[in-house]
């Protein structure tokens, strides 16, 4: 196994969260390949982001979500473990809502990456927060 593309793909995906960490959306996009496949916990009906999405998808609920926070959405990565293509994140979010609500997330994502950009992504929460943050009327 090549170490070096073990760790470009490391990088990619850390970047991801650094660039989301920074608000930049737009850059969290742009690692993602064009074809993407970003699986959320969750069965499909049981919470509106649930399921399989495309990069378009992705891009219009990473839009909804920022445009409820107060200060867009911060992103720690604790722990990654890579191996060939295939990268696994333990990452923590914070951030304050419009309304006063925190969502203070913990997650597992494992990301595949391909020439250079995320492939696939699983990624796995606590489902019953993301109901009671943001879907919680």
């Given at each position: 196994m090549d170490t070096t593309d073990t760790q470009s793909n490391r990088s990619v995906a850390e970047s991801f969260y650094r660039r989301f960490d920074a608000n930049d959306i737009a850059g969290a996009l742009d690692v993602m390949a064009d074809d993407l496949s970003f699986w959320i916990a969750g069965k499909p009906g049981s919470s509106p982001t649930a399921g399989v999405h495309t990069k378009e998808e992705m891009a219009a609920i990473f839009r909804r979500m920022t445009r409820r926070l107060k200060d867009g959405l911060r992103m720690t990565v604790k722990h990654v473990t890579a191996e060939g293509e295939r990268v696994a994140l333990e990452v923590e979010s914070y951030g304050e809502l419009l309304d006063g609500r925190v969502y203070n997330q913990e997650y597992h994502a494992l990301m595949t990456i391909r020439d250079g950009k995320i492939a696939t992504v699983?990624?796995?929460?606590?489902?019953?927060?993301?109901?009671?943050?943001?879907?919680?009327?």
């Open positions: 699983r990624e796995y929460m606590d489902t019953q927060h993301v109901h009671d943050v943001w879907y919680r009327t």
